[in-house]
């Protein structure tokens, strides 16, 4: 439907490319060029909500960024990627409004995105849970064949990932499924919740649009909607806006310790009164254990204990397994016992390569990708 009409337009010749469209493109490719080759400002810190887009594989990486924590730097590949991200986007989005003008409902040819705010109440789903608000961009929307609007995502992929989604579009128990179900699928069906609960359109499917950005090949996949899978994902949304307010609450406590009053990375200045009354009583026991307080660097280490303790990190991380020594090289260079995490086994697990919190997760922890396969390894479990 997507993949189909864009090829058959290029191979038709094409037509003529409207200067504003082209515009557009343009301008994007350069504001990510910018934001990820640019000057890296890595100490920024930020308090970044769950989104539709977030890691929905791993509940601790959204509390972690909702943390105002200093963020650890991308590396270099993570930062091609991103770009390569943007650049299909931009060049799907453009392809598609020539091919199909008349299905194409946002982007505008200005480029602006559909913005959607909802709160959702797990109520209504049958879920345990107070309400909730998510915000969201959908890359594109179009008209589907029943009329209503349905959400597009495009991604660019390596011919692994690719091969991956293209056999996942023919065969619906295929272990993409499984590996997508807390990533790209994820987000997509957050995006048609959000039509629906948004009074938009029913939106019963979603679109996955793949490039291969080894063999320019394009692909979909029809992502139908699924109440069970719905139903999940509220849960999971539930228990993540559960768990960041006790986890802020002790990020004050922490500062609060330091003498500081204000958080100075946090939107707003922190209310005193909100603090649950036995904050006075951690305090006191931290002020008997000795512990001392000394700035942000210690403050972040302190939340970031509380959050390995109480968050559990995503299942696919359970699969750690110890080499013998001196059989395999360690992530510093050395040879002996390591980590080791094997996406072919937990096919989410590539996910931590990208997580801006890793080390924070894993101390000691270090991302090496094996030419042998999807494998990733550490010093310390």
Same mark, same amino acid.
Request: charged content about 30%.
């Given at each position: 439907?997507?993949?189909?009409?864009?090829?058959?337009?290029?191979?038709?010749?094409?037509?003529?490319?409207?200067?504003?469209?082209?515009?557009?493109?343009?301008?994007?490719?350069?504001?990510?060029?910018?934001?990820? +080759?640019?000057?890296?400002?890595?100490?920024?810190?930020?308090?970044?909500?769950?989104?539709?887009?977030?890691?929905?594989?791993?509940?601790?990486?959204?509390?972690?960024?909702?943390?105002?924590?200093?963020?650890?730097?991308?590396?270099?590949?993570?930062?091609?990627?991103?770009?390569?991200?943007?650049?299909?986007?931009?060049?799907?989005?453009?392809?598609?409004?020539?091919?199909?003008?008349?299905?194409?409902?946002?982007?505008?040819?200005?480029?602006?995105?559909?913005?959607?705010?909802?709160?959702?109440?797990?109520?209504?789903?049958?879920?345990?849970?107070?309400?909730?608000?998510?915000?969201?961009?959908?890359?594109?929307?179009?008209?589907?064949?029943?009329?209503?609007?349905?959400?597009?995502?495009?991604?660019?992929?390596?011919?692994?990932?690719?091969?991956?989604?293209?056999?996942?579009?023919?065969?619906?128990?295929?272990?993409?499924?499984?590996?997508?179900?807390?990533?790209?699928?994820?987000?997509?069906?957050?995006?048609?919740?959000?039509?629906?609960?948004?009074?938009?359109?029913?939106?019963?499917?979603?679109?996955?649009?793949?490039?291969?950005?080894?063999?320019?090949?394009?692909?979909?996949?029809?992502?139908?909607?699924?109440?069970?899978?719905?139903?999940?994902?509220?849960?999971?949304?539930?228990?993540?806006?559960?768990?960041?307010?006790?986890?802020?609450?002790?990020?004050?406590?922490?500062?609060?310790?330091?003498?500081?009053?204000?958080?100075?990375?946090?939107?707003?200045?922190?209310?005193?009164?909100?603090?649950?009354?036995?904050?006075?009583?951690?305090?006191?026991?931290?002020?008997?254990?000795?512990?001392?307080?000394?700035?942000?660097?210690?403050?972040?280490?302190?939340?970031?204990?509380?959050?390995?303790?109480?968050?559990?990190?995503?299942?696919?991380?359970?699969?750690?397994?110890?080499?013998?020594?001196?059989?395999?090289?360690?992530?510093?260079?050395?040879?002996?016992?390591?980590?080791?995490?094997?996406?072919?086994?937990?096919?989410?697990?590539?996910?931590?390569?990208?997580?801006?919190?890793?080390?924070?997760?894993?101390?000691? +922890?270090?991302?090496?990708?094996?030419?042998?396969?999807?494998?990733?390894?550490?010093?310390?479990?």
């Amino acid at each position: 439907m997507i993949a189909d009409r864009i090829d058959a337009y290029l191979e038709s010749g094409g037509a003529e490319l409207p200067e504003a469209i082209l515009e557009t493109a343009t301008k994007i490719c350069g504001a990510s060029m910018l934001r990820n +080759f640019g000057v890296q400002e890595d100490t920024i810190r930020k308090e970044r909500m769950p989104r539709p887009s977030g890691s929905w594989a791993c509940p601790r990486q959204m509390v972690f960024d909702s943390l105002s924590l200093e963020v650890e730097p991308y590396r270099a590949r993570a930062l091609r990627t991103f770009t390569h991200g943007d650049m299909t986007e931009a060049m799907g989005v453009l392809l598609f409004r020539q091919a199909a003008p008349e299905d194409i409902i946002t982007p505008d040819i200005d480029g602006e995105q559909l913005e959607l705010t909802v709160e959702f109440d797990p109520a209504d789903y049958g879920v345990e849970g107070d309400p909730f608000t998510l915000e969201g961009h959908i890359d594109m929307t179009i008209r589907g064949k029943d009329g209503q609007e349905e959400p597009v995502d495009w991604k660019s992929s390596s011919r692994y990932g690719f091969q991956n989604a293209k056999a996942g579009a023919g065969d619906p128990t295929h272990d993409w499924w499984t590996k997508e179900a807390g990533g790209y699928i994820a987000q997509l069906r957050w995006y048609m919740l959000m039509l629906r609960a948004s009074g938009r359109s029913e939106a019963n499917r979603g679109y996955l649009a793949f490039v291969c950005k080894d063999t320019g090949h394009t692909c979909e996949v029809m992502v139908p909607a699924d109440e069970e899978a719905e139903k999940t994902l509220i849960k999971k949304a539930a228990y993540v806006f559960q768990q960041i307010p006790d986890a802020q609450e002790k990020r004050a406590v922490i500062l609060e310790g330091t003498g500081t009053t204000h958080d100075p990375y946090r939107r707003m200045p922190r209310d005193p009164s909100k603090i649950k009354a036995g904050a006075a009583k951690v305090l006191e026991k931290f002020a008997k254990d000795g512990e001392q307080f000394e700035g942000d660097e210690t403050t972040d280490a302190r939340i970031s204990a509380w959050v390995r303790q109480h968050v559990p990190r995503a299942r696919f991380t359970e699969n750690l397994k110890v080499e013998k020594a001196g059989a395999t090289m360690r992530p510093d260079g050395t040879k002996g016992p390591c980590h080791e995490l094997s996406t072919k086994a937990h096919l989410e697990g590539f996910r931590c390569s990208y997580c801006a919190h890793t080390a924070r997760c894993w101390p000691g +922890f270090q991302v090496v990708a094996l030419s042998s396969g999807p494998v990733w390894r550490t010093n310390k479990p």
